[in-house]
């Protein structure tokens, strides 16, 4: 069961949160993709309680029930992050992002290190600009068409969204087969998500784009990246680029899927977490045991 509430921030602001509970489980934020909801991903229930782990997520600000937050980057969700375990009284606790999730779940990685125990990233980006990445390459059309005006600022990015220009990802006969399955839970949290306007799209694009106010290098915690190597909203190359970038990062590459079809994988994602999240258990109670 997912308990949804309204947290105030010290700023004025609302985060809209969910959690499933469980006080003696591992808690993992869960950062949405673009545009989606906070809620928690449904199909990753089943593995989650197999595992003993807790879900903890929120709207990102502009997005459901979530204030927004005009100018954000992407180093702001790390005290979202932050303020939602304190609320909840988390010390320590794992993040997993979805495409445009990923970002946000390195930032966490990198500016909460002494409570993040492990990060997943999933089909995600690397930074706009990065040294010795063709960042456009590979992309589809549509996708290149819509970050290139957020490239060129909050008026040419909301030009293009109130243009009709239309959004092809493109999806592979692998991303298709999975949203008419179990992932058609994205039914469910993208609808909501435009449902108000694309103030949060807009938002997420232009921080995609601009200074990420972290260096990926800062992301010191075990790090998993999953990716596809047919994705064409995120091509893999964003993926190899932070692997080489993260200390201490795992690639996984699947030859043959796709941005979607790569969260079959998310089971054995969650299992790397919880291996590595105990890893660190055992490690802090060596480090604090009386010698």
């Known amino acids: 069961m997912v308990t949804e509430t ?16 469980g006080r003696d489980r591992l808690a993992v934020f869960w950062h949405h993709g673009t545009p989606n909801i906070g809620a928690p991903p449904a199909p990753l229930f089943a593995a989650a309680d197999r595992l003993g782990l807790r879900w903890v997520s929120h709207d990102r600000p502009g997005y459901g029930g979530s204030t927004p937050l005009p ?14 375990a304190d609320a909840l009284g988390l010390d320590r606790f794992a993040v997993m992002g979805h495409s445009g999730g990923g970002p946000h779940a390195l930032a966490c990685g990198a500016l909460l290190p002494d409570r993040v125990v492990a990060v997943v990233v999933g089909a995600g980006l690397a930074p706009y600009g990065a040294d010795g990445l063709d960042w456009f390459a590979g992309m589809v059309p549509a996708g290149v068409a819509s970050l290139r005006a957020a490239v060129a600022g909050r008026a ?15 999806f592979t006969p692998a ?29 997420d694009d232009l921080a995609y784009v601009h200074p990420w106010g972290f260096d990926p290098a800062r992301v010191t915690p075990p790090v998993l990246l999953s990716h596809g190597e047919r994705d064409g909203i995120a091509p893999v190359a964003h993926a190899a ?12 590459r699947y030859p043959e899927d796709g941005h979607i079809s790569v969260l079959r994988h998310a089971g054995s994602a969650l299992e790397w977490l919880r291996g590595r999240a105990d890893q660190a258990s055992v490690r802090r109670t060596r480090t604090a045991a009386p010698r």
């Open 175 to 203: 991303d298709l087969a999975a949203l008419q399955g179990e992932w058609s839970w994205f039914d469910s949290v993208v609808g909501p998500a435009v449902r108000g306007g694309p103030g949060g799209l807009i938002d």
């Open 6 to 21: 309204d947290l105030r921030l010290g700023d004025g602001r609302t985060l809209h949160v969910y959690d499933t509970g």
């Open 156 to 170: 040419a990015k909301e030009a293009h969204q109130a243009s009709g220009a239309a959004y092809d990802p493109e």
């Open 71 to 84: 100018g954000r980057d992407i180093a702001s969700a790390a005290a979202d992050v932050a303020a939602v």
């Open 241 to 252: 680029w932070l692997a080489g970038r993260c200390p201490a990062a795992e690639l996984r």
